[in-house]
Nanobody, 121 residues
Framework: QVPLVESGGGLVQAGGSLRLSCAAS????????MGWFRQTPGKEREFIAA????????HYADSVKGRFTISRDNAKNTIYLQMNNLKPDDTAVYYC??????????????WGQGTQVIVSS
């Protein structure tokens, strides 16, 4: 298990920014690919972004490309999702995920409990 704890969600106006954080426990954090997903009621969980173990490879959903940036700090066992130019459609619960495959572009072995993001129009 890799305990993951998200933070940084909240209420923001359209066009604003938020930065989500996901803190992981465990000495093997730096070996895992990490990612962000989101989910709204009645819909399936949607992939947002992924980052390889070193941070050298990143992948984004088309819906957030150019607005969101995923990054990681292995020294702090933390990944981030910088969200800019937020839109009401970005409203969702955002989940952090980890994968034992260090290059996974769809990390999904372990999940956090989520943090709510609400974007008002």
């Amino acid at each position: 298990q890799v305990p993951l704890v998200e933070s940084g969600g909240g209420l923001v106006q359209a066009g604003g920014s938020l930065r989500l954080s996901c803190a992981a426990s465990g000495r093997t954090f730096s070996n895992y690919a990490m990612g962000w997903f989101r989910q709204t009621p009645g819909k399936e969980r949607e992939f947002i972004a992924a980052i390889s173990w070193s941070g050298g490879d990143t992948h984004y959903a088309d819906s957030v490309k150019g607005r969101f940036t995923i990054s990681r700090d292995n020294a702090k066992n933390t990944i981030y999702l910088q969200m800019n130019n937020l839109k009401p459609d970005d409203t969702a619960v955002y989940y952090c995920a980890a994968d034992q495959n260090p290059y996974s572009d769809y990390p999904s072995d372990y999940w956090g409990q989520g943090t709510q993001v609400i974007v008002s129009s």
